[in-house]
């Protein structure tokens, strides 16, 4: 079964500490890759993709995912976090195919601390 | 990006009444939407896809009489639940995606349940 794995509930960190969200995912062929944020009550936000070349891709707010095909992960990074980052994040893939919805992950809560 | 706007933001209604929940992509054609379920502290369930002017395909487990979806123009998708009880109490979230392989879907703000 396609499935998309975010290992982590909670991740905590200091502002202006690096930070990494993991993600790992468990589909055929090649696919889109994703990040998403949610904030309270709120819909998802776009960040970034990756769809095929460079395998370090730059979104928004400063938060970049790092592909890597032999390990099956795109974990999301930001170099300094901001208190303002605290939300909820999800990884998601689409399977290379015309029309398939997202895959999402659990979800992992960022929470970063003044 | 392109925007979706869902509507109502939040609604409560009585046990045994329907409730229709709008999704419009504001400035870009949505040839395909998607209905999605969240529950409290977990990730998106999806409920079903949602092709202009054909049925919608829903995913196992997901009652198709229950929640009736209507994609009748490019620009808008509705989600009624029909005979709601207080287990559909959740926040349903619906995302568009323009037309193309590799571009992100854009979603709702979401739509906050609650039967009483």
């Known amino acids: 079964a396609q499935s998309v794995a975010q290992p982590e509930d909670q991740v905590n960190v200091a502002e202006g500490n690096p930070l990494t969200v993991k993600c790992t995912y468990s589909?055929?062929?090649?696919?889109?890759l994703f990040w998403y944020v949610q904030y309270p009550n709120r819909g998802l936000q776009f960040l970034l993709k990756?769809?095929?070349?460079?395998?370090l891709v730059k979104g928004s707010y400063g938060f970049e995912a790092e592909f890597n095909k032999s390990q099956t992960s795109f974990h999301l990074k930001k170099p300094s976090a901001l208190v303002s980052d605290s939300a909820l994040y999800f990884c998601?893939?689409?399977?290379?195919?015309?029309?398939?919805?997202?895959?999402f992950g659990k979800g992992t809560t960022l929470s970063v601390s003044s | 990006g392109a925007v979706v706007s869902q509507h109502p933001s939040w609604v409560i209604c009585k046990s045994g009444t329907s409730v229709k929940i709008e999704c419009r992509s504001l400035?870009?054609?949505?040839?395909?939407m998607f209905w999605y379920r969240q529950f409290p502290k977990q990730s998106l369930m999806l409920m079903a896809t949602?092709?202009?002017?054909?049925?919608?395909?829903?995913e196992q487990g997901v009652e198709k009489d229950k929640f009736l979806i209507n994609h009748a123009s490019l620009t808008l998708s509705t989600l009624t639940v029909t005979s709601a009880h207080p287990e559909d109490s959740s926040f349903y979230i619906c995302?568009?995606?323009?037309?193309?392989?590799?571009?992100?879907?854009?979603f709702g703000q979401g739509t906050r349940l609650t039967v009483v």
């Open positions: 995302s568009a995606r323009v037309l193309g392989m590799n571009t992100e879907a854009f």
């Open positions: 589909v055929s062929g090649n696919p889109y």
């Open positions: 990756y769809i095929t070349g460079d395998n």
């Open positions: 998601a893939v689409r399977p290379n195919q015309a029309g398939t919805a997202l895959i």
């Open positions: 400035d870009f054609q949505a040839t395909t």
């Open positions: 949602s092709n202009e002017g054909s049925k919608a395909t829903y």
